[in-house]
């Protein structure tokens, strides 16, 4: 792992408390480093998910799980067609 890797590990993991996030950062870039951890352990490449599948697994993290979902769509890292009928993981 080399040293930015290692720092965004650190940053991201001072974001959490007992497993659960105790805020969504407000900074660009620190709620960016959160999303991309997010989608790549909560989500698997090539799965299909409801609605009700994404958000359960972000109320794992934090009870606003609306606004992460939509932060995931727009950051890209979660993909759903027009009608939001499913998600799947993005880049």
């Given at each position: 792992m080399s040293d930015t890797e290692t720092r965004t590990s650190r940053q991201v993991a001072a974001l959490f408390s007992g497993g659960r996030l105790t805020a969504i950062p407000r900074r660009p870039v620190r709620r960016e480093q959160l999303l991309?951890?997010?989608?790549h352990t909560l989500f698997e490449r090539d799965r299909?998910?409801?609605?009700?599948?994404v958000n359960d697994a972000l109320l794992t993290v934090h009870e606003d799980c609306s606004a992460l979902r939509r932060y995931l769509v727009v950051a890209g890292l979660l993909e759903r067609p027009r009608d939001g009928s499913s998600y799947r993981r993005g880049r």
């Open positions: 991309e951890h997010l989608a299909v998910y409801t609605e009700r599948e």
